[in-house]
């Protein structure tokens, strides 16, 4: 509650702030959505004067249709507190809005994304927390307290997120409702392996278990079914997240073809029970296939029934607007910190160092990247998070659910940097999808928290320049910095009072685990539960970061005035976070791999957030 | 070097402080006044900008007074001097197409000098007070850091310098650097004195340091004068105070007294000279120079107050009683005057004793070798000066003449540093003030600033969890009878007026929104404000009295066990009785 109140404050004060065009574009949806019919939702663009056209899925036009006709707006509207040109078709020249419509669009924002926003945060953490509640079989209260202080953690990280409060509160997008939704589905899925463990747990008298198996596979179905109908539901929302579309698809059709569902359970009894198990398996996946692609193709039908004549030009039309490839480059104007960014370094380079002459040409000198080529390039990179998440699938269970757990979300960030990475055009955004599920796995283990250090820090100060005008400057990098404190700070204190509380016979468990942890081939693991959480190299990233912004804040200006090469400032900002982010991208991979993969410690390494059940315990 | 928590505490209020500034300032975009007359306290900082860089130094009082004439002390001219510099190096020539930005240097600037003058003067103070809770070094940092968030997210200062637009903080922090001089003792010299010859200068180095920054908040806003009472009070009771009886010698006395006069004049010369150096005509005199400097810094001519005030004047001329209108216009101030003189005596006298009483603890500690203890002696100088300090600028702004609202501010900054103390009273006192300068704020449209900046404060108070345990005070008092009755007080306190005052705060909000005055009394609401935040005030005072007198009775409290050792406190003894007395 403190903390909700709290982050309203801080949101409502920053109702004056800057609005870029995306406040336009959004603004201008709610216009098309109010006053045109269907059918041309898709085509219309205010007689060529807007570059603001409809170009999200239908769901997201849906939602801009909620928005601008429901009870409350026509309320506002005709009690004339709301200014009816809020809502009229503008095109790019004449569309000053007054404060009221600011207001109101913010509010939205604030209202809507943000419940969502925090239902989502919420649902997470809920499924977290009970996950640990049923495995610890005894509830000690301190390790209760821990764990407790730990989601809470997680929830101020989440909530005070400053990339999001940067993106959705000053820039102006609705990227909480969908990271929202992403969560929501995220937990479902979550939930779903808890009941596996539930299962595993309860299975001690035959009689009892048919009958409970059957309960809790359905529980479990039923859960996984509403975690991947959320997911297709978000992709209607916004297409971005299509990239995170093959983790699922593996996970499901590995739960679906998981060949011991019972028979793990119910030892040597289940001889049977394969057969029916892989019918039921077969059920599942027509039952997931037909509603998943219900889910998908439901938005799009009103558009083109209301065109019966010409619903193939109506389809198009809606993919032209989703996919504009033949309009975009490589990459957005301000360019992401991803692979593309380091190539088009070079490249540039390149042009600079082979011939002067030939600079003004548009074509890069290496070798052009086509959509096509980026869409091969991300599949590829993508194996490894497809094979995770079916080799997590298929696990048995008597593994616990944490490590289910873990890397189902390591797969999901893993996915989504992927797609950051190496997608065709991609807006700095994309990088949240990566930064909010990594929330969550932060406060579990100390790896995790560093790098989910290196990866927000790194990911929002490629947020920073979207910001560019000087009355935000001393915000955003207050911003940025208090949220960097605060997050050293919290999850700090989370891993101090762990290693602190770990005394007796604990600490001898851990020592074990650090023992058997240290004889994994990967290095990344060797330093669990010791050092600081900032490195050496860390600091100097640090340093490096803050001299960078200085240099494009103010020196810049004073070295080169205010028309020279302006885009040098964005060019060295994303290409120190490509670095970096790169880093941590194969950092992410390689934990991802070592949490999937990890064969005989697996059983007894618990990811240390959660509390160590050892034998001695158990 | 300062701790992660404290760093978070700072960058936390600098960011709140970011967030109101993006907030209209006052007079933004020609809301409110005429056409001719452009912005507030913005357009006239802006404005003393451009005049202090771009004209002679004999022009800056004279220039034009009717935009937005310079009319504050020199200091302020200094500084604006320093910033339009800056301005011009950052921002390049001002110009109409650069006013965003420009605009936005100038809150820059605020939170420069916010940084620069208020945050470590508050570090230092807090971290004194709160030395004396010997708990573990990381309890400790985070106790400190809570402490000063509570200072520093004061949402009356907060709004008043980054939403209304004014250099508050400046003056407040050099004060509050001054006090925190001011009561320290420096063992060494003294120390060194003793060992010597015998005696004690009781006003060391540290109290002319103390001194000076004294001046130098007093030169960059006027409103300061409003401790000045308090802080000469406690000097010369300092200056008064002697090693034992037989040492006080009236010349001993007289050169103390010199030596803080000579450096307050000498702060004040260097402040006045290049006036009078660069004077327009070598004929002139000084007071030809300075005369009407000093008319513009105190406008006497502008009358008993000004707009609506919660102070007695104010309250005084409604209607009923309308004593403004009955009182002749001459006899105004020297009534003011006469007031404020009343009001700030009991405060200047319990200061002034307390300054006496200092040393013979002194000896006491020092013959005894308790240096923890002494250092906490010094830390009830730096309470009872504090204390001092609000009471007397509360006096003064109930009573005395030509009063702005926002004054208030004078006595919530020393006040928001006994945030451990009197945690109910600083949070209550901190939210009373905001609240009666509601119209002030919502004249520049800074209502959601200012009830995000309540709501926050509020939730602080609820976070914080800090409740009335002033502990360390009352187990050293011994008598049982004194006990009662101070947490009987408390408990009034905290069971009856605050919630009264709260709800009455939280209706009255209410019934603004929802009731339309009558047209014959179109200012029925900030009537009401003035008056509810004026009893509110009149009970702070009251408060900050008692609690001085706390402190004081504390010290001659702490006096009696060991007064065999020390054999001036015949005489003091005797008053302990008649105060306790007085009590009861």
Not at chain 1, 407 to 429: D, N, P, Q, R, W
Not at chain 1, 500 to 516: H, M, Q, R, T, V
Not at chain 2, 350 to 361: E, N, P, V
Request: aromatic residues 12%; neutral net charge; charged residues 15%.
């Amino acid at each position: 509650m403190f903390i909700l109140v709290l982050s309203m404050i801080v949101k409502i004060l920053l109702i004056p702030s800057y609005r870029s065009t995306d406040f336009d574009v959004h603004r201008n949806w709610l216009a098309i959505t109010r006053h045109l019919p269907l059918s041309t939702w898709y085509f219309d663009d205010v007689g060529g004067t807007t570059v603001h056209t409809l170009d999200y899925p239908p769901s997201f036009a849906y939602f801009e249709y909620f928005l601008s006709n429901n009870l409350i707006t026509e309320f506002l509207i005709q009690s004339e507190i709301l200014n009816e040109r809020c809502f009229q078709l503008l095109g790019d020249q004449d569309n000053d809005v007054g404060m009221d419509c600011v207001i109101f669009q913010r509010l939205t924002v604030v209202l809507v994304g943000d419940m969502v926003y925090l239902w989502g945060v919420l649902a997470m953490c809920q499924a977290f927390h009970s996950s640990c509640q049923n495995s610890i079989s005894d509830h000690s209260l301190e390790k209760k307290k821990r764990m407790v202080e730990s989601m809470w953690a997680a929830m101020i990280l989440a909530v005070f997120n400053s990339g999001l409060i940067l993106l959705d509160h000053v820039h102006f997008q609705y990227n909480g409702m969908l990271l929202g939704i992403l969560l929501l589905s995220i937990s479902f899925v979550l939930k779903s392996m808890m009941t596996l463990e539930e299962k595993s747990k309860t299975s001690l008298d035959d009689l009892v278990l048919a009958s409970a198996t059957r309960r809790t596979i359905s529980t479990t179905m039923k859960r996984e079914l509403i975690g991947s109908l959320l997911f297709v539901w978000l992709v209607t929302f916004k297409h971005l997240y299509m990239t995170l579309g093959p983790v699922y698809l593996f996970y499901m059709l590995g739960r679906v073809c998981q060949p011991t569902t019972r028979a793990v359970v119910q030892g040597g009894v289940g001889g049977g029970g394969q057969f029916s198990n892989w019918k039921n398996g077969l059920q599942f996946f027509l039952l997931l296939a037909i509603s998943v692609l219900l889910t998908v193709i439901l938005p799009f039908i009103p558009f083109l029934v209301s065109d019966p004549v010409n619903y193939k030009r109506q389809l198009m039309q809606i993919l032209s607007r989703l996919f504009p490839f033949h309009q975009r480059g490589l990459c957005h104007n301000y360019w992401a910190g991803n692979v593309w960014a380091l190539y088009m370094f070079v490249d540039k380079v390149c042009k600079k160092l082979l011939n002067a002459t030939e600079y003004p040409t548009e074509d890069a000198t290496l070798f052009k990247v086509t959509p096509f080529i980026a869409a091969i390039f991300l599949l590829f990179a993508m194996i490894p998070a497809m094979i995770c998440s079916w080799m997590i699938a298929r696990k048995p269970m008597n593994y616990s659910p944490h490590q289910h757990q873990h890397g189902f979300l390591y797969c999901i960030v893993y996915a989504s940097m992927t797609s950051f990475m190496l997608s065709y055009h991609v807006h700095e955004k994309a990088i949240m999808t990566a930064i909010v599920p990594m929330i969550f796995l932060s406060v579990t283990d100390r790896t995790s928290a560093r790098l989910f250090l290196r990866m927000s820090t790194l990911g929002h100060f490629g947020l920073l320049p979207l910001l560019y005008k000087p009355t935000e400057l001393l915000l955003k990098i207050l911003l940025h910095s208090c949220y960097l404190v605060l997050s050293i700070t919290l999850l700090e204190k989370i891993h101090h009072t762990k290693s602190l509380s770990s005394s007796g016979i604990c600490s001898i468990l851990e020592e074990e685990n650090i023992g058997s942890t240290l004889s994994c081939p990967l290095p990344v693991q060797s330093d669990l539960d010791t050092g600081p959480l900032l490195k050496t190299w860390d600091k100097i990233g640090l340093g490096i970061m803050a001299s960078i912004l200085l240099y494009t804040e103010s020196l810049h200006l004073v070295i080169f005035g205010h028309d020279k090469m302006e885009f040098l400032p964005l060019l060295i900002t994303s290409v120190f976070c490509a670095v970096g982010l790169i880093m941590c991208w194969f950092q992410c991979g390689l934990v991802m791999l070592h949490v999937t993969l990890k064969p005989t410690v697996a059983s007894r390494y618990e990811p240390s957030s959660t509390v160590q059940e050892s034998p001695h315990h158990t | 070097k300062i701790d992660v928590p404290v760093l978070l505490t700072f960058s936390l209020s600098l960011l709140l402080r970011s967030l109101v500034a993006l907030h209209p300032h006052s007079g933004q975009n020609n809301h409110h006044g005429s056409a001719t007359a452009y912005g507030g306290d913005f357009e006239a900082q802006r404005h003393w900008m451009e005049i202090t860089f771009h004209l002679k130094l004999n022009q800056w009082y004279t220039h034009d007074k009717s935009y937005w004439g310079l009319d504050y002390p020199p200091l302020t001219a200094y500084g604006s001097y320093a910033l339009g510099w800056l301005s011009q190096v950052f921002v390049g020539e001002a110009s109409v197409a650069l006013h965003d930005s420009r605009g936005y240097f100038m809150r820059f600037t605020v939170m420069l000098l916010d940084c620069v003058f208020y945050f470590p003067f508050v570090y230092i103070i807090m971290k004194r007070l709160h030395s004396e809770q010997g708990d573990g070094r990381k309890k400790f940092m985070k106790n400190l850091s809570v402490g000063i968030l509570g200072v520093l997210i004061q949402p009356s200062l907060v709004i008043i310098d980054h939403g209304h637009f004014q250099y508050n903080s400046v003056c407040l922090g050099l004060a509050l650097g001054s006090f925190h001089y001011m009561t320290l003792d420096d063992k060494e010299y003294d120390k060194g004195y003793n060992n010597t010859l015998g005696k004690t200068d009781c006003v060391g180095f540290n109290a002319i340091i103390g001194s000076v920054l004294f001046c130098l908040a007093l030169n960059w806003k006027q409103m300061v004068l409003y401790y000045s009472p308090a802080v000469f009070a406690y000097l010369l009771g300092k200056c008064f105070r002697s090693n034992s009886s037989k040492h006080r010698s009236i010349m001993k006395i007289l050169t103390q007294v010199g030596v803080l006069g000579v450096t307050v004049i000498t702060t004040f010369v260097f402040m006045w000279y290049p006036f009078y150096h660069y004077r327009r005509d070598t004929n002139e005199t000084m007071l030809d120079t300075f005369l009407p400097i000093i008319r513009r810094i105190f406008p006497f001519s502008r009358g008993l107050f000004e707009g609506k005030v919660a102070n007695l004047w104010c309250v005084a001329s409604l209607q009923p009683i309308s004593i403004r209108k009955r009182i002749p216009i001459a006899l105004q101030p020297p009534l003011a005057l006469g007031l404020t003189l009343v009001m700030i005596l009991p405060f200047c006298i319990l200061l002034f004793r307390l300054g006496q009483l200092g040393d013979s603890k002194m000896v006491d500690c020092q013959t005894k070798n308790i240096s923890s203890s002494s250092s906490k002696k010094q830390n009830f100088h730096l309470k009872a000066l504090l204390w001092g300090a609000a009471g007397t600028s509360i006096s003064f702004f109930l009573a005395s003449f030509q009063v702005h609202e926002k004054s208030i501010l004078l006595p919530l900054a020393p006040l928001s540093m006994m945030i451990w103390d009197a945690p109910v009273l600083t949070h209550w006192f901190g939210i009373v003030s905001m609240w009666s300068m509601w119209h002030l704020v919502a004249v520049d449209r800074l209502q959601v600033a200012y009830f995000c900046c309540v709501l926050l404060y509020i939730c602080y108070i609820f976070h914080a969890g800090l409740t009335n345990t002033s502990t360390s005070m009352d187990s050293e008092t011994d008598s049982t009878k004194w006990k009662e009755l101070n947490q009987k007080g408390q408990k009034f306190v905290s069971s009856v007026i605050i919630p009264i005052s709260a709800s009455l705060m939280i209706m009255i909000h209410i019934l603004e929104v929802f009731i339309t005055p009558p047209h014959n009394r179109p200012d029925l609401f900030p009537v009401i404000f003035v008056i509810v935040s004026c009893l509110s005030f009149c009970f702070a005072w009251l408060a900050f009295l008692w609690e001085l007198l706390k402190i004081y009775l504390l010290i001659l409290y702490g006096d009696s066990a060991n007064k065999i050792s020390s054999p001036t406190l015949t005489f003091e003894e005797a008053e302990i009785i008649s105060s306790k007395e007085k009590h009861e």
